[in-house]
């Protein structure tokens, strides 16, 4: 119901009245009410008395605020509200009626103006989120669309402000948070196998349907993908603008005030645990590595451990290493491209006005200018990590089809081994054809990072370099002693086994001297690890005792020793394994059981390389060294160990001169002499009295310094795997040492030396018959059987060990030992283990007398045994054989002899005529 009050009713307003009485009754009509409507008129020229509307819904009532109320109520048998009529009543004159138009229609038309203002106000939130949700949403479909179109908009809109603070400021801080407002554009990568695949699919897709791929189709897929992928990444203003400065940045760090610490420190808020800042952190503490820089805190270097695997993080470095690992050309050629050793077109196999030769020439082109935006160091680590996945991916792609061809990419990469690897050994005479078959067998069955790593060192060396260049001049000039490094550098990068193996060569006589030679120095020329990564290897137990970490004290094959203060400001010797040392030792041993020739030494050279593995019994063996008559002796001392286990080894600190450096001082080397003199004494006196074989006497295990007695000695601290043998095995090898010194001797105690050798050695289950050479006989055979004694095949072996050479010299004592333990083997005798160790001792004396001209002790010590513990029996042989050599010519003599006949009929006829 509404209530209206008409005041100001008069002949001016009478028009207002009318108009307000209309539009209320329309109105009322409209929403399907009834209106009464009451007009007092009397005095109506006086004073307007108020004037009341009163509207009620059907079936409801309403009421005024004054004294006059009507109702009324619908008819009955309708539900539809009556409109009142508007006509004048007999009660009702025309003004009265006029008035009530009036007012009807002009309160219509107010209410329809508030009613349509109450519908607008109440719908009009709704609407205007419909709408702008709708226009928000056809906004960003036109936005993602142009985008999508144009995505380097968005970068030009996020890079332009971050690259003008980043200009336009010289403070660290400043620049580090534009670098930081650019987003990192994390690309995912596919595996090289992947990549394989997807390069061969689209190199198949080109040739003709079930034809073998040619290398020319599959290098022009690979080049198109190539070109695509970095051209994507060079367009990129993202990429590049992060690439920039995070570049700048990282040269930014190592001019930051504050030492060591505050650079690695930015080091870190700029690049995060990746290959590359592993690398900018060993460039920042390089120093380190030489042993000339500052002592590094436990605080620093725990903030920065580098893990071994670390993997590449930039979208451009693992953009470029796929491209790299997908190559499939000749490796090595883009290798020497990229390293600006040949050029384009010597690396480009077609013609140069073909639509082929300038699809990968852009190719090429891209990948050197992307090359070259790196570090010499992150150089290597790509083109490392890519040979490495490239040898993945083509030992993956065996399984397909495109491997069956001659210009496959496996078919390539073997000729880049045949060219890179095989052929620097061929030049020489000396390493025959079956050899060369072994190295290549050997290669192609080591890990893939490893084969990696020796084919980078043989593509990249200097030799190898000048050989390419200068062809048949400089092949002309090569002599021995540069084909012997090139061996050596290349073993070298093979890791532990390699290595192990090298230096097993280098005690073969059989091996030319200068091979020999540069073999032995392998244990020498190991690239150290860098701080941060030898602090990885470092047990958690010990890093918490140790306050700072000093200089490179030493490396080799299998651990490296730092320098370290301890909490309490005490220093020792911190040794720890190698990283990856144990990973790489089990895949070569792997590998090199696919060569026959070198299954026999397996056994061996794991034993001899995974027994250094373990530093709890190294530092057990340095304990029990240091009470043997070695370290009791007055002029040698041995550090002590301070903790030892499987993985660590800490010993106190040796201080002196390096044992060489001293020999080569004259105003001390004859004292050096005697020392080393008496040091060779008192090691083979400790193997014949008391069994403990001491055999890695190197001079760089050992200093020339003040010892506790007071004297100039020798100061040990690494002795290396220490043997023990028995009473017997002492005696029987001792024997074998005194016969093969001289033909004279070998004659004289052969027989003596069989004896007791048969006792410590036995047949190995495997043993099968032999093949003995023309000119030998045992009972008319031309092959020794299967049931023949030990001590037949022990007298065989001796025999080949004594026997001259080609060119009719005799070998000396090393070597004769030496073959005697090869021919053993290879004749199915299993010889005492501390046979091999005493054979890697005589090795390092005899060397040394011979290089410093010291006096022969081992003959000393031989002849001084011998005689104390020869018995009866023993006599009575060699009197024997010395009377028998006395009367009848040799071979009779041997034919008839004594004890072991059998033996003696195994003897050479010529070779002793």
Request: one cysteine or more; proline letters at 5%; hydrophobic letters at 40%.
């Amino acid at each position: 119901a509404a209530v209206l009050n008409l005041g100001g009713v008069g002949p001016e307003g009478s028009g207002s009245l009318s108009v307000s009485v209309k539009m209320l009754t329309t109105a009322a009509r409209r929403m399907g009410c009834e209106m009464v409507v009451r007009v007092r008129l009397a005095q109506l020229h006086c004073h307007p008395p108020p004037y009341t509307v009163l509207a009620r819904r059907l079936g409801g009532s309403s009421s005024s605020r004054g004294n006059h109320s009507h109702s009324h109520k619908p008819k009955s048998g309708t539900n539809q509200p009556t409109t009142p009529k508007r006509t004048a009543t007999p009660a009702m004159g025309a003004d009265e009626a006029a008035i009530r138009e009036g007012i009807i229609d002009n309160l219509t038309n107010q209410w329809k103006a508030a009613y349509s203002q109450q519908i607008f106000q109440r719908y009009m939130g709704q609407w205007l989120v419909y709408g702008a949700m709708a226009g928000g949403l056809a906004v960003l479909g036109g936005l993602y669309y142009y985008l999508d179109k144009n995505p380097s908009v968005v970068e030009d809109l996020i890079v332009r402000r971050a690259e003008y603070v980043f200009d336009s400021s010289t403070n660290f801080d400043e620049r580090r948070e534009a670098f930081d407002s650019v987003p990192e554009f994390n690309v995912q990568m596919p595996s090289a196998f992947d990549a394989f695949a997807q390069a061969a699919e689209t190199a198949e897709s080109d040739g003709q349907a079930g034809s073998p791929v040619d290398s020319a189709t599959f290098e022009a897929a690979w080049a198109s993908n190539v070109t695509e992928g970095l051209e994507a990444l060079q367009g990129s203003r993202l990429i590049q603008t992060k690439f920039r400065m995070r570049k700048e940045l990282i040269a930014d760090c190592a001019l930051l005030s504050g030492g060591a610490e505050r650079q690695l420190a930015a080091l870190r808020e700029v690049m995060p645990p990746s290959l590359e800042r592993k690398l900018v952190v060993q460039e920042l503490l390089g120093g380190q590595v030489s042993g000339d820089a500052a002592w590094l805190s436990a605080r620093v270097l725990n903030a920065n451990m580098a893990p071994s695997d670390a993997l590449p993080h930039g979208a451009t470095m693992r953009a470029l290493i796929r491209a790299l690992s997908t190559f499939p050309g000749q490796a090595n050629r883009m290798v020497l491209y990229l390293t600006d050793h040949i050029s384009l077109e010597e690396v480009l196999d077609v013609p140069k006005s073909t639509a082929a030769s300038a699809t990968l020439g852009r190719a090429f082109a891209l990948v050197k200018a992307t090359f070259d935006e790196f570090s010499p160091s992150e150089q290597q680590c790509i083109l490392q990590l890519s040979l490495a996945n490239a040898i993945g991916g083509i030992s993956e792609m065996g399984k397909r089809s495109l491997a069956a061809t001659e210009d496959s990419p496996y078919a390539l990469y073997v000729r880049a081994i045949d060219a890179e690897l095989i052929a620097p050994l061929s030049r020489d005479a000396r390493v025959t054809s079956t050899i060369l078959d072994d190295v290549k067998t050997i290669f192609l069955a080591l890990p893939s990072d490893i084969q990696s790593r020796i084919l980078l060192t043989a593509i990249q060396h200097p030799t190898n370099i000048d050989l390419m260049k200068n062809g048949a001049d400089a092949a002309a000039n090569l002599n021995s002693e540069a084909q012997a490094e090139i061996v050596r550098d290349i073993m070298a990068s093979g890791g532990v086994v390699a290595v192990k193996l090298g230096q097993m060569l280098a005690e073969d006589p059989k091996v030319p001297a200068d091979y020999r030679k540069l073999l032995g120095s392998l244990r020498d020329s190991n690239p150290p690890m860098a701080p941060t990564e030898f602090w990885t290897q470092v047990p958690a137990s010990v890093r918490r005792k140790i306050q700072r970490l000093g200089p490179l004290l030493g490396t080799g094959s299998v651990k490296q020793v730092q320098l370290a203060e301890f909490l309490d400001g005490s220093t020792g010797a911190v040794g720890v394994l190698r990283a990856g040392v144990e990973h790489e030792a089990l895949a070569s041993v792997d590998a090199l059981e696919s060569s026959e020739q070198l299954s026999s030494v397996i056994s061996k050279l794991a034993r001899l390389m995974f027994g250094e593995f373990n530093l709890f019994q190294e530092g057990e063996t340095l304990i029990e060294f240091a009470a043997s008559p070695i370290g009791l002796h007055p002029l040698f001392d041995v550090v002590p160990v301070r903790h030892h286990s499987p993985r660590c080894l800490i010993e106190g600190v040796a201080v002196g001169q390096s044992i060489p450096k001293a020999l080569d001082d004259s105003a001390i080397r004859e004292d050096v002499k005697g020392v080393l003199t008496e040091y060779h004494r008192a090691v083979f006196q400790t193997f014949s009295d008391h069994g403990l074989v001491h055999s890695d006497i190197h001079l760089g295990n050992a200093i020339y310094g003040r010892v506790m007695s007071g004297k100039n000695g020798f100061i040990l601290f690494d002795v290396g795997q220490f043997e023990r043998a028995s009473r017997q095995e002492v005696l029987a090898l001792l024997w074998l040492i005194s016969a093969i010194s001289s033909p004279e001797r070998t004659e004289l105690l052969r027989e003596t030396a069989l004896v007791y050798l048969n006792k410590v050695s036995h047949l190995h289950p495997s043993a099968s018959s032999i093949t003995i050479p023309a000119g030998s006989t045992w009972s008319g055979a031309s092959v020794l059987p299967r049931e023949a004694t030990s001590i037949e095949r022990l007298g065989f072996a001796l025999t080949e060990a004594t026997a001259p050479f080609e060119d009719g010299t005799l070998p000396d004592k090393k070597t004769a030992y030496m073959l005697f333990l090869r021919a053993a083997e290879d004749r199915g005798m299993d010889l005492p283990t501390a046979a091999f160790a005493v054979a890697k001792m005589l090795d390092g004396i005899l060397v040394q007398q011979a290089e410093y001209d010291l006096l022969p002790v081992v003959d000393l010590c031989v002849e001084d045994f011998l005689w104390r513990n020869m018995s009866w029996s023993d006599t009575a042989r060699i009197a024997k054989t010395s009377i028998a050599s006395s009367f009848l010519p040799i071979h009779v003599a041997h034919s008839e002899g004594a004890d072991h006949g059998a033996t003696a009929k195994l003897q050479p006829s010529t070779r002793l005529n």
